[in-house]
């Protein structure tokens, strides 16, 4: 009889459909509420993703998962309430980043990186109504640590290929399922990914640190003899794992790949690790795959961007390539009353490390000796957001304003991050004013808590004196002005924490809770996001609108931002 490895995981839900992902471990059938799927093998491991259809809307309804006709999931004897799959409107949002598998796996205590703040979180959300847990989860990166394996993990990886490079390192398909069933076996996080609908993107960890920082780095990483099967291995992986889960139904019928896959009566490992390959790619200034997606929420729309695989690195160096970004600017147009962008990078960072970043680009790009100097402090110290890119730091600023100053301005826009191990929320204010609330939020990280020496570094790059000075000297480099001005709104803060987003009409409000060993969550901040007032035509307007018209970078026509 078959058993369920891993899952299940609610993923893409909306007012009448889902998607149930699940790993087994052999070949089977697998229902939830009547709708069935076949399993598709990859190597020696099987997957299935249910379409759920034909749902209640509006309903809480609890479900099943059988095997064969045989149930599996709730687990005999569970702690938890049953697993829902909730059709109702969105009100309530869950994010975070970077969550590092437990040491010790099932504990509850902490480890060497402090307590787990979305294991907190579902010990508290299992003992609330239905009706008060949240209605959605944003992961933004950093899933699994493909280069920094659990010591359980890595004296797995010594058993299985003693020797072989990289000793401390996932390389293959089977070992990244390793990770992923490290990570998502811990039963309270099970339980919730059970019944909290789930969207995920990768960051660089989920492949490797600093990944696709620059040519060079790729350079380097072709070199070693391991790197191709790693690449193959992780981006399969990810489609498996995380990927086809953020697509909704009509994506997945449509997807030539998700249907020849589950088609399939053969292994696809080959097949994935063909495409992840291809995907892997640069050819002309464009990447053959698109990781970005779209879900709309009722009035809330979430647009996640891939900032790790869409890198243009070859020529101008681009976070998301031309085509890709058109592709945003397109899908974030439309009537809705908030604007979610998921980036695992954060867009606005602390002041002083964005100038570093923007100098540090024109720096590595310098011929000779400061050059390859500036490419190595450049990988060193993680110079690699959006600042680090500043074309596309700018083209987004202005695909922001001109969303939020258009005459049917969404409520709120607010960039969701992580990745940088401290929180914080910003306001973003515009020479131009609008009529959206601008935020970047940043929640990182959920379970990988740095050492506290860490915690001076990340205060002082909030420090105005010093980023007055950079700022300056970025002047002097001929670093176009920043098209927008950033003011701290709370943070920096640190430790293990999730934030939540809940929405009422136009309005929104961010709560970050930070983990406490023994003691559960804890807030640390709230913060109500209400919209701008509309902006008049004052003389000071006029001459804020001449501001922001010089102060644009001028894009090449091919990558011109439509009006």
């Known amino acids: 009889m078959a058993e369920l490895v891993l899952g299940p995981v609610l993923r893409h839900v909306d007012a009448t459909s889902a998607t149930v992902w699940v790993e087994t471990d052999s070949a089977c059938e697998v229902d939830v509420l009547g709708c069935r799927a076949r399993t598709f ?21 609890p479900y099943e998962v059988r095997l064969d006709g045989e149930i599996v999931w709730p687990e005999p004897e569970s702690a938890f309430p049953p697993s829902r799959i909730r059709t109702r409107p969105v009100e309530s949002l869950l994010f975070g980043s970077c969550r590092a598998a437990k040491a010790t796996p099932g504990a509850l205590e902490s480890d060497k990186v402090g307590p787990d703040a979305l294991d907190a979180y579902a010990i508290r959300m299992s003992r609330l109504p239905d009706s008060e847990w949240p209605d959605a989860l944003l992961l933004l990166g950093d899933q699994v640590y493909a280069d920094q394996p659990t ?3 890595r004296a797995w990886l010594t058993a299985r290929r003693a020797g072989e490079e990289p000793e401390d390192e996932v390389v293959s398909f089977r070992e990244y399922a390793e990770l992923y ?21 990768f960051d660089d960890h989920d492949i490797r640190d600093d990944w696709n920082t620059s040519r060079t780095w790729r350079r380097q990483m072709a070199e070693k003899p391991w790197w191709r099967r790693r690449i193959r291995a992780g981006l399969a992986s990810y489609w498996v794992y995380q990927h086809i889960g953020n697509l909704d139904p009509a994506e997945l019928q449509s997807n030539s790949l998700f249907r020849e896959v589950t088609e399939s009566e053969k292994d696809v490992q ?10 892997d790619q640069e050819v002309d200034g464009r990447k053959p795959t698109r990781w970005s997606y779209r879900r709309d929420f009722g009035r809330i729309r979430l647009l996640v961007i891939d900032t790790r695989s869409g890198r243009i690195l070859d020529g101008q160096r681009l976070m998301v390539g031309d085509d890709e970004f058109t592709w945003i600017e397109q899908n974030a147009a439309g009537d809705y009353d908030h604007l979610l962008i998921g980036s695992s990078l954060p867009w606005l960072m602390p002041p002083v490390v964005s100038h570093i970043q923007s100098l540090n680009e024109r720096a590595a790009g310098l011929p000779g000796w400061r050059g390859r100097l500036g490419e190595s402090l450049r990988q060193a110290a993680d110079l690699e957001h959006w600042p680090a890119f500043r074309g596309s730091f700018h083209r987004l600023a202005a695909l922001i304003h001109r969303l939020a100053a258009a005459p049917a301005a969404p409520g709120t826009i607010c960039v969701l991050s992580g990745d940088v191990h401290h929180s914080y929320a910003v306001r973003a204010d515009y020479p131009i004013p609008t009529k959206s609330k601008v935020l970047q939020l940043v929640c990182s990280p959920v379970h990988n808590d740095p050492p506290k020496r860490f915690h001076l570094l990340f205060t002082l790059l909030w420090a105005p004196p010093l980023a007055r000075l950079l700022r300056r000297l970025a002047t002097l480099r001929g670093i176009p002005p920043d098209p927008i001005r950033w003011h701290k709104a709370s943070g920096p803060h640190f430790g293990n924490s999730i934030a939540t987003l809940r929405f009422t009409a136009r309005s929104a409000h961010f709560t970050l809770e930070t983990a406490h060993p023994h003691s559960g969550l804890h ?32 894009f090449p026509s091919s990558r011109q931002p439509p009006s």
Do not use: C, Y
Not at 530 to 548: H, I, K, Q, R, Y
């Open 523 to 554: 807030p640390v901040t709230h913060l109500p996001l209400t919209p701008s007032l509309t902006p008049g035509n004052s003389a000071s307007a006029v001459a804020e609108a001449e501001w922001w018209r010089t102060s644009l970078p001028k």
């Open 41 to 61: 093998q990859v190597g020696e491991l099987h997957f299935a993703l249910v379409i759920v259809d034909g749902l209640e809307t509006g309903a809480s309804i």
């Open 181 to 201: 069933h490290e990570s998502w076996s811990d039963p309270e996080i099970r339980w919730l990914m059970s019944t909290v609908p789930t969207s995920m993107i």
């Open 151 to 153: 010591p359980q993990l």
């Open 270 to 279: 080959d097949l994935l690790e063909d495409f992840a390959e291809q995907a």
